[in-house]
């Protein structure tokens, strides 16, 4: 079985195929979704999407890339979403930082706060960090305890292991199949087994070849394989691996 444990099947990209998509990942054994925030006002379709789709599970917060004080604001009702909510929400985020693409004050504000819902309810944290490791970690130390995952991951071994030495995994997605991503492909061959999960990003974030087209969770046994490959270890081992990781890290999902 293999989970992704980081997709947008939220999005309206998806609206017109999404149950064609569903089934063919079953096909393929892709059994679960984690399905991040991007938004509060995101929030009632993604839960709706988890009381459609019994394999989706959900994040909810607020993207660093969709900061505003109007965001900021609605975030205030996250605690009490969570605890009403129906559907399994075993996360908080996305949440992070983004040097290139954001306001940076609101990005901190939203940081801080969704922080500090995730130690209050002991949830685990999906962290978007783009040249903010140094940063993130420096925070992160505030906060005790807290865990989760660096998702979409692109930095050296050496930033990787300072996020696992803290707590964290880290999502491994389409970025290891570009030949020109040489820091993540490199880091991946040397990563602890127990620190990766694997996930598409899809809508986002193509796989190599096709950068620039919408991206879907199918996709997440080829990331799979060349993940194997590089590591020069057989896929069922560390398909085994990662479904253990995600468990540990969502409490979900659940065994059989
Ligand atoms: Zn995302």
Redesign the pocket.
Known sequence: MLIDS?C?LDFETFDSDRQRIIESCRQHNICGFMV?SVAPRFWPRQLRLASEYPEVALALGLHPWYVSEAAIESLRDLAKVLDSSPAPVLAIG?TGLDKLKGNPELQLLSLKYQLGVAQELDKPVILHSVKTHARLQDILRDYPGVRGVV?GFSGSYEDAMRFIDIGFKVGIGGLITRPNARKIRAAVTRLPLHSMVLET?AP?MGLYGHEGSRNSPENLVLILNCLAELRQQDPESIQRAVLSNTRELFTWPPSV
């Open positions: 980081h947008h991040p996305e998702h990003d986002d």
